[in-house]
């Protein structure tokens, strides 16, 4: 008896992995797959906990109907993770392909995936334990200074795993090449053109209208999701809605929604040709109309709930416990366009985002993220963290909580953002915008009312959400669009920032060490800030430190006993202030 036991207890611990050398993987049962070879996914459905493609290994997705669940993915040396290509994206065949993240939240001390090639996830040990000591050759045509893994905040329960839980991560020398057809637009664009990734309107629309014309062509079908922005004073009245059906008129495209719309909503520009020449912008025609932002895409990565099959729990759990990505320093390769992040990023922990590049520093030079949407986020929507060389394009943000698209530190530099718009940047308050009550990360409680409330940046996602947050200039900032920002917020804040974080304890070249040290903040100059657009904040562009304390949402007067808005406490709060805040 016991013998077949062991032998019993043996064959469930092989059962626990699949492995794939070649060909088309297993649908699964929720065991661990090992991709080593070049595998494919057909249509299908296929349950997995954690993935791991290494030694070499491809995983190589089809333009077909394919959801595929996992508690992690991991892209390692040499191996990649593929959907589509820019010739032959992803829906250009009508396929849809949607992944699935799930796990339970294990706390503080949670165990994240870890590489399978070594500890070191295949980084050479003199590279590994350079430390800065020297610059060294990476993958993807980089030479610079390289700095050992270590585990993210909150996932330290595991010295060697170091991308967190329900995550997909790309390591050293790994690629993550995704493409999605719907709202994309592939080769050369201008760096002013939103393609089909959000559009204008091109007529005034009142309440209770079901129809939008929209200034182009787009491949917009029934059944998917947009957001048209508001025009009025309330952030919050950008408003979701579903396509019922699509036309095309000429050169436009009529929309016919599935509900009525419930507030009004701008389509025409502002004629000042009656303003004398030499006065005022040098175009007549202002640029106020809303925008309609373009949600659903061919490619989904999507949170999922605490077991495999279980769908995100509702609003009313107050659950925000999402997936979110990890991209690390000397990945290979990572070009990721048309795809959606719906209800991605951990709530109120720091480094848990839908789209995350991690302590990159120089990426290689092709690296994007272009035409996607991350909506309906648990905390921020792209985080550039000590990051070099990103190029973000035509991409719609909508819903974060507190600042939308971040930079973090003050060494990400030479990045570009073109024709990016953010839709409602919330204020992490118990309010009817955020009705998961998710906390904010730069949250930190308020001192009685005696005491000075404002101290940026320590309550900044409750108080004073950026949709854009700029911590060093030298980056390209154009034809962009920021439209509403809750509580006291604003569309662009140029922070005046020293170089914070971890990146003080690392060496950087050019504008990147500009600001190191506390009495060098803001010492970087303004690249490139060209026409960019903003409505429905508080201020527009924001280039001071210590700004005006939010009304309502900092603690009041209690003998005057005024309405205020509650800041939502974090469970997990920033425990070292000088090490993890911005230096404002």
């Given at each position: ?303 999922a709930g605490d077991q495999l099959g279980d769908d995100f729990p509702a609003e009313s759990t107050g659950y925000y416990f999402g997936g979110h990505t990890v991209i690390r320093q000397g990945a290979q390769a990572v070009q990721v366009q048309g795809v959606e992040f719906y209800q991605l990023g951990q709530g109120g922990r720091m480094g848990h985002y839908p789209i995350h590049f991690h302590l990159a520093r120089r990426v290689p030079a092709d690296t994007m993220i272009a035409d996607c949407s991350i909506h309906d986020s648990m905390t921020r929507w792209i985080t550039l963290h000590a990051t070099q060389g990103v190029t973000l394009r035509r991409n719609v943000g909508y819903k974060s ?184």
């Open positions: 008896t016991a013998l077949w036991i062991t032998a019993l207890s043996a064959l469930c611990a092989v059962a626990q992995t699949s492995t794939c050398q070649s060909g088309v993987i297993p649908s699964g049962t929720g065991e661990a797959l090992e991709v080593v070879g070049a595998c494919h996914v057909p249509e299908g459905t296929y349950r997995f906990s954690q993935v791991n493609i290494f030694n070499g290994g491809s995983l190589s997705f089809a333009d077909a109907a394919i959801e595929f669940w996992a508690q992690a993915i991991l892209v390692e040396k040499g191996s990649t993770l593929t959907a589509g290509s820019a010739a032959h994206p992803i829906g250009q065949q009508g396929g849809r392909l949607t992944i699935h993240l799930y796990g339970a939240d294990q706390g503080t001390a949670g165990a994240g995936i870890r590489c399978k090639t070594d500890d070191r996830c295949g980084v050479d040990p003199d590279t590994w334990n350079s430390n800065g000591n020297e610059k060294v050759t990476l993958p993807g045509g980089v030479t610079d200074y390289f700095y050992a893994y270590q585990p993210m905040m909150y996932d330290a329960g595991d010295a060697h795993a170091y991308f967190g839980q329900k995550s997909i991560g790309v390591s050293y020398g790994g690629t993550l090449s995704l493409y999605g057809a719907k709202g994309s637009t592939f080769g050369e664009a201008a760096d002013s053109s939103s393609g089909a990734s959000w559009v204008r309107p091109n007529k005034t629309t009142a309440p209770g209208a079901t129809q939008l014309v929209l200034d182009r062509i787009v491949d917009w079908q029934a059944g998917d999701e947009i957001v048209v922005t508001t025009t009025d004073y309330l952030p919050g009245h950008s408003e979701q809605v579903t396509i019922d059906s699509v036309t095309t008129s000429g050169a436009y495209t009529v929309i016919t929604l599935k509900q009525g719309l419930r507030f009004p909503h701008n389509g025409e520009l502002l004629d000042l040709s009656s303003v004398p020449a030499g006065i005022g912008p040098d175009n007549k025609l202002a640029e106020t109309r809303a925008a309609v932002a373009l949600l659903t895409r061919s490619i989904r990565i999507v949170s909580i507190g600042h939308g698209y971040y930079l973090e530190d003050g060494t990400e530099i030479d990045n570009g953002f073109f024709s990016n718009i953010g839709i409602l940047a919330r204020g992490a308050v118990d309010n009817s915008q955020n009705p998961r009550k998710i906390p904010g990360i730069l949250a930190k409680p308020y001192p009685p009312f005696s005491e000075t409330q404002e101290a940026v940046p320590f309550h900044s996602d409750i108080d004073h959400p950026a949709v854009f947050w700029i911590t060093n200039g030298y980056n390209d900032f154009a034809y962009n669009m920021a439209a509403g920002a809750g509580t006291c917020g604003a569309c662009y804040w140029l922070v005046p920032t020293a170089n914070s974080g971890m990146s003080r304890m690392q060496k950087w070249d050019s504008y990147a060490n500009m600001q190191q040290g506390s009495d060098r903040a803001s010492m970087t100059p303004l690249k490139r800030f060209e026409g960019n657009y903003c409505t429905t904040a508080m201020t527009s562009f924001q280039t001071v430190g210590n700004t005006t304390a939010c009304s309502g949402v900092t603690n009041g007067d209690p003998v005057a006993n005024s309405p205020q808005l509650k800041p939502v406490t974090n469970p997990y709060p920033i425990e070292d202030d000088d090490m993890y805040y911005p230096k404002v």
